[in-house]
T-cell receptor
């Protein structure tokens, strides 16, 4: 079974631009979560999508948005990039079952550098 | 709210030494507990998990026991190798009956094993 894939793996953008990151979950997984990882703040939860609906949201500004498609693939968009948005963005997928323990499986991440 | 606290790093050990990385949590209900490992330049990989009290998760010589009475999930390995050098994250997943499905990660502990 293929794992979680993320594209692109590396990105360089300049302040003020916008960026879209993509995540393809493990086949059969309906939940996709996004995290931002930085040396200073560690791993921070951005949001989670299940069946094309945002089910959970972290404490990030509205510049960070996402969506999920009917095939469970997800995209994350960051508008008006700031230097502080430079980070490793990780996507994780899980079955998304209700009432049962969930295990998240992570992709390799997209490393974004904002200049 | 729920939280995870793990010991500060870095932890530096000699090869074949005994490893303990402490993790304690605060949560309502019955969360599931996880240890993830991140090797340089990669995403997070699930190392082991436990879904109920007194469960022991184990993988690749690593073990952790879900202790509800002490709200802990300490990671141990009897004899570390240089290849174990990585960052280790403790995490919890909300009690599935809570309906929130959130994952909460600790800050990560960097382990360096010297030959």
């Amino acid at each position: 079974k293929a794992g979680v894939t993320q594209t692109p793996r590396y990105l360089i953008k300049t302040r003020g631009q916008q960026v879209t990151l993509s995540c393809s979950p493990i086949s059969g997984h309906r939940s996709v979560s996004w995290y931002q990882q930085t040396p200073g703040q560690g791993l921070q939860f951005l949001f989670e999508y299940f069946s094309e609906t945002q089910r959970n949201k972290g404490n990030f500004p509205g510049r960070f948005s996402g969506r999920q498609f009917s095939n469970s693939r997800s995209e994350m968009n960051v508008s008006t990039l700031e230097l502080g948005d430079s980070a490793l963005y990780l996507c994780a997928s899980s079955l998304g079952r209700r009432g049962g323990p969930e295990t998240q499986y992570f992709g390799p991440g997209t490393r974004l550098l904002v200049l | 709210g729920n939280s995870v606290t793990q010991m500060e790093g870095p932890v530096t050990l000699s090869e074949e030494a005994f490893l303990t990385i402490n993790c304690t949590y605060t949560a309502t209900g019955y969360p599931s507990l996880f240890w993830y490992v991140q090797y340089p330049g990669e995403g997070l990989q699930l190392l082991l998990k436990a879904t109920k009290a007194d469960d022991k998760g184990s993988n690749k010589g690593f073990e952790a026991t879900y202790r509800k009475e002490t709200t802990s999930f300490h990671l141990e390995k009897g004899s570390v190798q240089v290849s174990d050098s990585a960052v280790y994250f403790c995490a919890l997943s909300d009690d599935p009956l809570s309906g929130t499905y959130k994952y909460i990660f600790g800050t990560g502990t960097r382990l360096k094993v010297l030959a």
